[in-house]
């Protein structure tokens, strides 16, 4: 009965000031002011995928034959094994704060005992009627932490904060995903436009053959045509083997991306274009110090440095402690029993030497990663600085580009229309063919590079950019 009064005694108690802290931990996560939460889209996906046994979601190269871009992102926030590492990364340092909050909840041990001392005092007549002692033992405690003036809550920010900037890194991990999966789709799509002009290439140089062929046969052209023209094709189609070869491995580089790179090739429903993004320098880069995961990690783990120089300072105050135990035992278990139940205001073993260099410690890796943010934060600004600069330089390359594939197309027709009417040699013809077709993987070129340039800007921000409603096609 006794027993029972004191653990259940302590157990009120502790649930007390467990009710307490859990009330205070709502009360600090709703004036965090600063913790970020993935976007809508990007949680419903992970959320989506959580405890999922088969990691290829609906919608996937296995059920889809036709994917575009939001297809393959999708793919890959369910089956990319580095989004899967970073969550897990985070639930590690989640479960570090219910460690450090730990320290308010009751602890409790028992132990059970038995004892045979061979007296060796032959002489007494006591011991000599009772050459053994038996003493059995049975004791349970429990004790709990009331107050640490500020040691736990401390400790219990730091790990809080901590964990923030580990979902942050989860952010900065699904950016660097998704524009990894747009950058592998997009040179799929340069790769299947790539072999289409070479295909087409072929077609032109087999039709030019025929022809050189049949003005060697009337005499209308000397030999020299038709070796020509059996060159031409013959490296053109080789050229044309090595582009179905970079879809092959264009196709690789998507599906390692998506996650999944055991997949056979599957068709996509997109083309290689693009349109206008409304884009301003000084808009981007405020939205950069707002939504950048890597600059809010960064941020975060400051932050909790600040808890550690808190927590090292307040190192050396004492524990207020409640502890309560229940023993008995004797040459019975029942022989005897007691029971003892107290507070006590103790101190760990203090050395002020070590404290004060902890402390010392504790706010250079403050100042450390102070500085660490101010580094990441010009880095974020350099970066977007480029990849704008970069942007503006291909949107005003893309007209350009387009303009010299018309005019390289009117040459082309020209040159082929003088070899059709007999007024053209083969060279000319070659050369017109060679200028267009360059021309053609210029403009796409350009255009891949656009796109790239467009998906970098976003991670670099870390949010999309708006589309303009002007296309550029």
């Known amino acids: 009965m006794r027993i029972s009064k004191i653990v259940i005694f302590l157990i009120i108690v502790s649930l007390c000031f ?61 089956n990319n094994p580095q989004i899967q590492s970073a969550i897990y990364n985070k639930e590690i340092y989640k479960t570090k704060i219910g460690q450090a909050w730990a320290n308010y909840f009751p602890e409790f041990s028992a132990s059970i005992g038995y004892d045979r001392t061979k007296n060796l005092m032959p002489s007494l007549s006591s011991i000599k009627m009772h050459p053994y002692n038996y003493i059995n033992t ?57 072999e289409n002009i070479l295909k087409e290439s072929v077609k032109i140089y087999e039709s030019h053959l025929a022809q050189a062929q049949s003005y060697y046969d009337i005499g209308v052209k000397a030999k020299i045509d038709v070796i020509t023209a059996e060159h031409n094709l013959s490296s053109v189609k080789l050229s044309h083997i090595k582009a179905k070869n ?13 996650g999944i790179p055991n997949k056979e090739p599957y068709k996509i429903s997109d083309n290689l ?34 808890y550690l120089v808190k927590a090292s300072k307040v190192a050396f105050l004492p524990d207020l402690n409640l502890a309560a135990s229940y023993n008995l035992g004797g040459r ?19 050395n002020i030497m070590k404290l004060k260099k902890q402390v010392d410690e504790a706010n250079a890796t403050y100042k450390k990663d102070e500085s660490d943010y101010q580094v990441q934060k010009q880095n974020v600004y350099l970066e977007v600085k480029q990849a704008y600069i970069s942007l503006i330089e291909l949107e005003d390359s893309i007209p350009v580009s387009k303009m010299a594939l018309s005019q390289a197309k009117e040459q082309y027709d020209l040159a082929n229309g003088r070899y ?15 200028t267009y077709r360059n021309a053609q993987l210029d403009y796409y070129k350009t255009l891949l590079d656009y796109n790239v340039a467009a998906a970098n800007l976003e991670k670099v921000v870390g949010i999309p950019l708006k589309k303009a409603k002007a296309p550029l096609l």
């Open 332 to 350: 019975e278990f029942t022989a005897d029993y007691g029971y003892a139940f107290g507070g006590s205001l103790s101190y760990d073993v203090v």
């Open 138 to 194: 049975f004791s349970i405690s429990a004790s709990q932490l009331v107050y640490d003036f500020g040691k736990t809550r401390t400790s219990a920010n730091m790990a809080k904060k901590t964990y923030e900037a580990t979902e942050k890194n989860l952010d900065e991990t699904i950016n660097s995903i998704i524009f990894q999966v747009k950058e592998a789709y997009f040179n799929l799509l340069y790769a299947v436009q790539q």
């Open 18 to 78: 467990n009710l307490n802290v859990l009330a205070q931990q709502v009360v600090d996560v709703d004036n965090n002011q600063q913790i970020e939460i993935i976007t809508p889209s990007i949680e419903e996906a992970i959320q989506s995928i959580s405890g999922e046994e088969n990691k290829t979601i609906e919608g996937s190269v296995t059920q889809q034959p036709g994917l575009n871009l939001d297809d393959c992102i999708k793919i890959a926030l369910g």
């Open 246 to 258: 970079a879809i092959d491995i264009a196709y690789a580089n998507l599906n390692n991306a998506l």
């Open 273 to 306: 274009s693009s349109c206008y993004y409304d884009v301003n320098f000084d808009n981007l880069i405020n939205s950069a110090y707002q939504s950048r995961p890597s600059l809010l990690s960064a941020q975060k783990k400051a932050e909790a440095s600040k």
């Open 420 to 434: 059709k009417v007999g007024l053209g040699d083969a060279i000319e013809f070659k050369d017109a063919e060679n």
